[in-house]
């Protein structure tokens, strides 16, 4: 469980500044979750990764991660329930060979050979990367890359992952198949997921988004709930997807469409499912 009580971060940049980048966050992720964290630019998602990982401390309020507060000197056992993976795999890929890149963690965890083989063998079977062990990680695609840097994390058994918009450099495609692993991962392990994006499309992927605008959380809910606000979403700069738009829309002008439309295949479900009631109802 992660719990956040009225967390505050301010960055120092004198004397007297401070930029307030939280301002009272409350909220509890329950380990399993599969959470995708949703804010415009300077809503305070990083910072918030950043006190998750205990690279940064709260300057106000209270954060545990698995009961351990996060605070100077907690931050080995807070790394060790949580484990992060930033937008760019080049920033954390260290080592040349794939298979040692995704051992280099579990090792600085002092673990025994034979368990290091055993957690990178599995980290590499998740992320489809069976048989690529040996390859060089400057030869791989970004794609490739980013899930050499997923496989590190994955090998370090958190309770959670955090990605901080890794999504962002891959092309739309295998961004959501990656998002759709990630899923897989959270099933089967149990292992709790916390994605952070500016994309509402890959939002509607997650089972829970919160909404983070100015520093507080503006929305906590299922995809449906948050897509259902979609004037306070527009106001706080982010796009609702396309089929949300449309299904606005339509709803607007006095269409009845029945249902939460998070996509594409949900709005098509809802036209039809006009086109049935209207067949019934013996219209044209
Ligand atoms: N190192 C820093 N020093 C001073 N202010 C900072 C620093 N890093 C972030 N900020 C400020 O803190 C606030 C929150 O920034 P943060 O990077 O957490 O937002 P974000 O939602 O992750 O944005 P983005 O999507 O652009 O990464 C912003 O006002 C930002 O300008």
Do not use: C, W
């Not at 630019?41 to 918030?48: A, E, F, I, M």
């Not at 996060?70 to 080592?95: C, H, K, S, T």
């Not at 994309?199 to 520093?215: I, P």
């Not at 606000?229 to 089929?243: I, K």
């Amino acid at each position: 469980m992660i719990e956040a009580e009225n967390l505050s971060f301010s960055y120092r940049t004198g004397e007297e500044d401070a930029v307030p980048a939280l301002r009272g966050v409350d909220l509890r992720l329950g380990s399993g979750e599969f959470v995708a964290l949703i804010g415009h630019n300077g809503s305070g998602k990083s910072t918030l990764v950043k006190l998750l990982v205990a690279v940064l401390h709260p300057t106000g309020g209270g954060l545990r991660v698995e009961g351990v507060p996060v605070r100077p000197g907690n931050e080995l056992e807070v790394r060790r329930r949580v484990a992060v993976v930033f937008q760019n795999p080049d920033d954390q890929l260290i080592m040349n060979r794939v298979a040692d890149d995704v051992a280099f963690g579990p090792e600085n965890l002092g673990l025994e050979r034979e368990e290091i083989s055993r957690r990178v063998g599995f980290a590499l079977r998740a992320l489809g990367l069976e048989g690529m062990g040996e390859r060089l990680v400057e030869e791989l695609s970004p794609g490739e890359k980013q899930r050499v840097a997923i496989a590190g994390a994955l090998a370090m058994r958190p309770r959670f992952l955090i990605l901080d918009e890794p999504t962002s450099l891959l092309p739309a495609p295998v961004g959501r198949r990656l998002i759709l692993t990630l899923r897989e991962l959270n099933r089967r392990e149990g292992m709790g997921v916390i994605h952070v994006t500016h994309s509402m499309s890959e939002a509607a992927l997650f089972e829970r988004v919160v909404v983070l605008d100015g520093g507080r959380v503006l929305m906590d809910g299922t995809p449906a709930e948050v897509f259902r606000r979609s004037g306070e979403l527009r106001g706080a700069g982010l796009d609702v997807p396309l089929a949300v738009e449309l299904a606005d829309r339509l709803r607007g002008r006095g269409v009845p469409l029945r249902g939460d439309i998070l996509d594409g295949p949900s709005l098509g479900e809802a036209l039809a499912g006009l086109r049935g009631s209207r067949a019934e109802a013996g219209g044209p």
